[in-house]
């Protein structure tokens, strides 16, 4: 398999995994994330464990042509302009956007997203599979 290929699985694999507990408990999922989230430092840490992935896509698109290379390419630069740009040097805001965001939906609305992402990250695992 190629990175590109391990790349896309990753990615589905993460989505898939991150968003599956959305499905089955809403909002104890959204209480995990706002403890998770909850001050300046836990905050500045996710960015800092995040930009890794963010920079391991940018590594595995590069080189490969492609819609796939390109979208996984151009996720890379957005996670690492979000965890570099804007989660360390400015948690405060971000976790103030995020409260906001992640406390306006209603359980429904989380379950049905949850499922959407599921769905979506096993069809990304499964391109991916394919490469």
Same mark, same amino acid.
């Given at each position: =398999?190629? !990175? $590109?290929?391990? /790349? +896309? *699985?990753?990615?589905?694999?993460?989505? #898939?995994? @991150?968003?599956?507990? %959305? &499905?089955?408990?809403?909002?104890?999922?959204?209480?995990?994330?706002?403890?998770?989230?909850?001050?300046?430092?836990?905050?500045?840490?996710?960015?800092?464990? =995040?930009? !890794? $992935?963010?920079? /391991? +896509? *940018?590594?595995?698109?590069?080189?490969? #042509?492609? @819609?796939?290379?390109? %979208? &996984?390419?151009?996720?890379?630069?957005?996670?690492?302009?979000?965890?570099?740009?804007?989660?360390?040097?400015?948690?405060?805001?971000?976790?103030?956007?995020?409260?906001?965001?992640?406390?306006?939906?209603?359980?429904?609305?989380?379950?049905?997203?949850?499922?959407?992402?599921?769905?979506?990250?096993?069809?990304?695992?499964?391109?991916?599979?394919?490469?």
């Amino acid at each position: =398999m190629s !990175p $590109l290929a391990w /790349a +896309l *699985v990753l990615i589905g694999l993460l989505i #898939a995994l @991150s968003r599956g507990p %959305l &499905v089955f408990a809403p909002g104890a999922t959204r209480a995990l994330y706002f403890r998770l989230f909850e001050s300046d430092a836990r905050m500045r840490i996710f960015g800092l464990a =995040m930009a !890794p $992935l963010g920079a /391991a +896509l *940018v590594w595995a698109a590069a080189g490969e #042509a492609g @819609s796939a290379a390109a %979208l &996984v390419r151009g996720l890379g630069v957005l996670m690492l302009v979000l965890c570099l740009g804007v989660f360390v040097p400015f948690p405060g805001p971000a976790r103030r956007l995020a409260a906001k965001v992640w406390g306006g939906f209603g359980e429904t609305t989380m379950q049905v997203l949850g499922f959407a992402a599921v769905v979506f990250g096993i069809a990304l695992m499964a391109y991916g599979f394919s490469l």
